[in-house]
Nanobody, 124 residues
Framework: QVQLVESGGGLVQAGGSLRLSCAAS????????MGWFRQAPGKGREVVAA????????SYADSVKGRFTIARDSAKDTVYLQTNSLKPEDTAVYYC?????????????????WGQGTQVTVSS
């Protein structure tokens, strides 16, 4: 089992930025890929971004491309999500996730290891 501890959420005005962090502890093979999902009120959980252990492969939801950047410090087994040009529609609980490969991030039902979630609220 992997423990994922998130930090960095909060309230920000539209156009602002936040940096989310997620530190993992546990068997390293379970964190070959790490990333973020989000869930807005009344909606399902959707993938935001994912990254492989060495950072050689990343993927982003179309809605965040060009605004969000995912990065990873493999030595610390920590993943970061830099969110820029935030919009009110980015408001959601953001969940850190870990998987055996980046393909695991195709759907939330494939993820077995989740963080507790951190709230991001963007005011207009």
């Amino acid at each position: 089992q992997v423990q994922l501890v998130e930090s960095g959420g909060g309230l920000v005005q539209a156009g602002g930025s936040l940096r989310l962090s997620c530190a993992a502890s546990g068997p390293t093979f379970l964190t070959n890929a790490m990333g973020w999902f989000r869930q807005a009120p009344g909606k399902g959980r959707e993938v935001v971004a994912a990254i492989t252990r060495g950072g050689g492969s990343t993927s982003y939801a179309d809605s965040v491309k060009g605004r969000f950047t995912i990065a990873r410090d493999s030595a610390k087994d920590t993943v970061y999500l830099q969110t820029n040009s935030l919009k009110p529609e980015d408001t959601a609980v953001y969940y850190c996730a870990a998987g055996l490969s980046i393909n695991t991030f195709a759907h939330d039902t494939l993820i077995r290891n989740w963080g507790q979630g951190t709230q991001v609220t963007v005011s207009s």
